[in-house]
């Protein structure tokens, strides 16, 4: 993305989101505790059926907070191109994830946690909320998708 260009359109926007979630590998995971104590972390990701498929340790606080609270907000990109995404987490230990799930996680990143300690679960984020935006002059109209549904250009 070239931060001086013009403003993309609606249509390029959801276009630019779509091809960052299937290539890019790393995503900034946003979680919180029953205190309300916040949590932030990168993990590796996979785009699957709509939705984002991460894995980490039920053990760690990420891990907790996705499986005990089933919210997430994730990041991609710098304060000059962002994408956010709200969205409802649900978890799986290792013998319950879905297999198509697994295997386009281990293709994406060369590693699968069902292999690895038996701490490690699999998380599906489905988005409720997408945002998307390259500086201020993409800021109006940056909402993308709402209540899980992807908005029409008006």
Known sequence: MTI?????DFE???RDVLARLESESDIWVATAGPDGVPCLVALWFV??????????????????????GGRARL??????????VD???ESYP?????????RAFEA???WDPRQDAGSYGFFRVRPLEVQAWCEVKELP???LMRDGVWLEES
């Open 87 to 89: 969205g409802e987490a």
């Open 47 to 68: 785009w699957h059926d709509d939705c984002l498929w991460l894995a980490t340790r039920f053990t760690n606080p990420t891990g907790r907070n996705l499986r005990d």
């Open 12 to 14: 390029q926007r959801r």
């Open 108 to 110: 994406k990143t060369g």
């Open 141 to 143: 109209r940056r909402h």
């Open 94 to 102: 290792l013998d319950a994830v879905p297999e198509s799930a697994a």
């Open 75 to 84: 990041a991609l990109g710098d304060t000059r191109d962002v994408v956010l």
């Open 4 to 8: 001086t260009g013009p403003v993309r």
